[in-house]
């Protein structure tokens, strides 16, 4: 597996100030495949004086030029997206198929699509007899979690650069290879350098220290809602700007009209994907009570097609979860779950057969489930689905919406106004209507606990802007 023993700073590869390193480990087989520098404070600091000092030279490019770059920065990551595949099935463990066809083909589509924006976007507005400038916010560090590690940093890299930032980036410790393969198609892509930085690292301490920094003007982050409270009083502390994508627990509702086979079968397909690793996973089933067994017997027959299995082996659909810490957690909360009354209907907290070393789960279906029980209300992150009746649309919208997350969701109905005016009802970010496909444009993130602000398209774009108005 290709690795820098060094950090992307300020245009090359530069070796970090201390010793200290991380592991990177398969979680397929457990082995350690490369070890990465573990930046500090110190390095931080280097990281984003290199930032600053490429700041009023970036954000005079014009949107053009930017545009350019985004291109060829998105034409690298096409042209790398095997290699891409295969780093990420190989530190995360996802299926090979699946990181083609989703972790290394999304930030293609996402970056292509900053390109666009950066080109068209209307950076200079008139309000009344105001001109309304939207200018860079500044020096952004973003910090990113390991779950969909490349998307999550060209869904903050791209856009800022679009907007004329420059960037630190933090990406999660299970993850750092991919960065560094990030790094390098920013380089080939020409973009100046000190515009895009890397600095890996430990969360509580490289990381810490990027939200902390007095020069950094705006905080991105993705990851656990945990941390993003920490990292959330931090920047408030400072008064900068901050952007918070974090947890969920989302919901999908069908609705007695809908077709139940085709959503519960696309419900388990939703959460099996990177083994339940999905902050956006439909992980709570609501189905109307009186079909409530007829619910369960198809998704008990749909999550038997999922059997854990080796990344690379072309038939696997699930891998393993990306570490021995969430492998823990994961089998943690289906013991808790049993402990609580719910009913195991598939799968249970044991190790896979055949599957003692890597990091296993075995697909979890929970019937018997009540709103209040810990796996109804805490994201689990694996590869477990709690199923919950409901006897009339209240309750469903109240169980829906009975968490302090809100981060995404699904209605399914045999008509489609219908779904809608009942997704009107959820308090979500985002939500699925009959299996509606992702849409890289469209605005994402979270009500309540689930985050502050959004991701992708030109609402993504405005979040690293800031307006000045002109008074003519
Ligand atoms: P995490 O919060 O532990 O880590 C996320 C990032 O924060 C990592 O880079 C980590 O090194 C860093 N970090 C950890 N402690 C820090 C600290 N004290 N200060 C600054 N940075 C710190 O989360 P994770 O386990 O990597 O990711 C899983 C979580 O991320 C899940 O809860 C998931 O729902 C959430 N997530 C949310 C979205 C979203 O868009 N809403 C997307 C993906 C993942």
Redesign the pocket.
Same mark, same amino acid.
């Given at each position: 597996m290709k690795q820098h023993d060094a950090m992307y700073i300020d245009g090359s590869w530069r070796p970090a100030a201390g010793p200290d390193t991380i592991e990177v480990v398969n979680p397929a087989d457990e082995r350690v495949i490369a070890t990465v520098p573990a930046g500090t404070a110190q390095d931080v600091d280097t990281v984003v004086r290199a930032a600053r000092a490429a700041l009023p030279g970036w954000a005079r490019t014009a949107p053009a030029e930017r545009a350019a770059r985004l291109t060829a920065l998105r034409d690298q990551l096409a042209g790398r997206a095997q290699e891409i595949a295969e780093t990420i099935t190989a530190e995360l463990g996802a299926p090979l198929a699946f990181s083609k066809a989703v972790q290394a083909a999304v930030p293609v589509m996402v970056a292509g699509s900053y390109a666009e924006l950066a080109a068209t976007y209307a950076f200079e507005e008139k309000i009344g007899t105001s001109t309304v400038l939207h200018e860079p916010a500044g020096v952004v560090g973003a910090? &990113?979690?390991?779950?969909?590690p490349l998307h !999550?940093i060209v869904?903050k890299v791209a856009p800022a650069l679009a907007a004329g930032c420059t960037v630190v980036l +933090?990406?999660?410790?299970?993850t750092p290879l991919v960065a560094q393969l990030f790094a390098e198609c920013v380089d080939a892509a020409g973009v100046p350098a000190g515009v895009f930085n890397l600095v890996t690292?430990? /969360?509580?301490v490289? *990381?810490?220290a990027?939200?902390e920094h007095p020069d950094v003007d705006l905080v991105s982050? &993705?990851? %656990? &809602?945990?941390? #993003?409270k +920490?990292?959330g009083a931090?920047a408030g502390a400072a008064v900068k700007r901050c952007a918070? =994508?974090? /947890? /969920?627990k989302s919901a999908n509702v069908v609705l007695p009209s809908a077709d139940l086979g085709k959503a519960v079968g696309v419900n388990i397909a939703n959460v099996m994907a990177n083994s339940g !690793?999905?902050? %956006?996973a439909w992980t709570r089933l609501l189905v109307p009570a009186d079909r409530y067994d007829e619910a369960l017997e198809l998704a008990a027959a749909a999550i038997a097609k999922y059997v854990p299995g080796d990344p690379l082996d072309g038939t696997s659909r699930l891998g393993p979860v990306?570490s021995a810490t !969430?492998r823990d957690r994961v089998r943690g909360y289906i013991e808790r779950g049993i402990e609580e009354g719910a009913r195991v209907v598939a799968g249970g907290p044991e190790a896979p057969e055949g599957r003692e070393r890597g990091y296993y789960v075995r697909p979890t279906l929970f019937a018997d489930v009540t709103p209040g029980m810990t796996i109804a209300q805490e =994201?689990i $992150?694996g590869p477990v689905v709690a199923v919950l009746p409901y006897a009339d649309e209240d309750e469903a919208v109240r169980i829906a919406n009975g968490t302090v997350y809100g981060?995404a969701g699904a209605v399914w109905a045999g008509d489609e106004d219908e779904a809608v005016a009942f997704a009107r009802r959820l308090d979500t970010g985002q939500v699925d209507i009959n299996g509606g496909r992702f849409n890289p444009l469209a605005p $994402? #993130? *979270?009500y309540k606990q %689930? /985050?502050i602000g959004r991701?992708l398209g030109p609402h993504g774009l405005s979040e690293y802007l800031q307006t000045k108005s002109l008074q003519l």
């Amino acid at each position: 597996m290709k690795q820098h023993d060094a950090m992307y700073i300020d245009g090359s590869w530069r070796p970090a100030a201390g010793p200290d390193t991380i592991e990177v480990v398969n979680p397929a087989d457990e082995r350690v495949i490369a070890t990465v520098p573990a930046g500090t404070a110190q390095d931080v600091d280097t990281v984003v004086r290199a930032a600053r000092a490429a700041l009023p030279g970036w954000a005079r490019t014009a949107p053009a030029e930017r545009a350019a770059r985004l291109t060829a920065l998105r034409d690298q990551l096409a042209g790398r997206a095997q290699e891409i595949a295969e780093t990420i099935t190989a530190e995360l463990g996802a299926p090979l198929a699946f990181s083609k066809a989703v972790q290394a083909a999304v930030p293609v589509m996402v970056a292509g699509s900053y390109a666009e924006l950066a080109a068209t976007y209307a950076f200079e507005e008139k309000i009344g007899t105001s001109t309304v400038l939207h200018e860079p916010a500044g020096v952004v560090g973003a910090i &990113t979690p390991w779950n969909y590690p490349l998307h !999550q940093i060209v869904a903050k890299v791209a856009p800022a650069l679009a907007a004329g930032c420059t960037v630190v980036l +933090k990406p999660a410790e299970n993850t750092p290879l991919v960065a560094q393969l990030f790094a390098e198609c920013v380089d080939a892509a020409g973009v100046p350098a000190g515009v895009f930085n890397l600095v890996t690292g430990r /969360g509580p301490v490289a *990381g810490q220290a990027l939200a902390e920094h007095p020069d950094v003007d705006l905080v991105s982050f &993705t990851g %656990s &809602t945990a941390v #993003g409270k +920490k990292v959330g009083a931090l920047a408030g502390a400072a008064v900068k700007r901050c952007a918070l =994508e974090l /947890g /969920g627990k989302s919901a999908n509702v069908v609705l007695p009209s809908a077709d139940l086979g085709k959503a519960v079968g696309v419900n388990i397909a939703n959460v099996m994907a990177n083994s339940g !690793q999905t902050c %956006s996973a439909w992980t709570r089933l609501l189905v109307p009570a009186d079909r409530y067994d007829e619910a369960l017997e198809l998704a008990a027959a749909a999550i038997a097609k999922y059997v854990p299995g080796d990344p690379l082996d072309g038939t696997s659909r699930l891998g393993p979860v990306v570490s021995a810490t !969430q492998r823990d957690r994961v089998r943690g909360y289906i013991e808790r779950g049993i402990e609580e009354g719910a009913r195991v209907v598939a799968g249970g907290p044991e190790a896979p057969e055949g599957r003692e070393r890597g990091y296993y789960v075995r697909p979890t279906l929970f019937a018997d489930v009540t709103p209040g029980m810990t796996i109804a209300q805490e =994201e689990i $992150f694996g590869p477990v689905v709690a199923v919950l009746p409901y006897a009339d649309e209240d309750e469903a919208v109240r169980i829906a919406n009975g968490t302090v997350y809100g981060l995404a969701g699904a209605v399914w109905a045999g008509d489609e106004d219908e779904a809608v005016a009942f997704a009107r009802r959820l308090d979500t970010g985002q939500v699925d209507i009959n299996g509606g496909r992702f849409n890289p444009l469209a605005p $994402f #993130g *979270g009500y309540k606990q %689930s /985050g502050i602000g959004r991701e992708l398209g030109p609402h993504g774009l405005s979040e690293y802007l800031q307006t000045k108005s002109l008074q003519l």
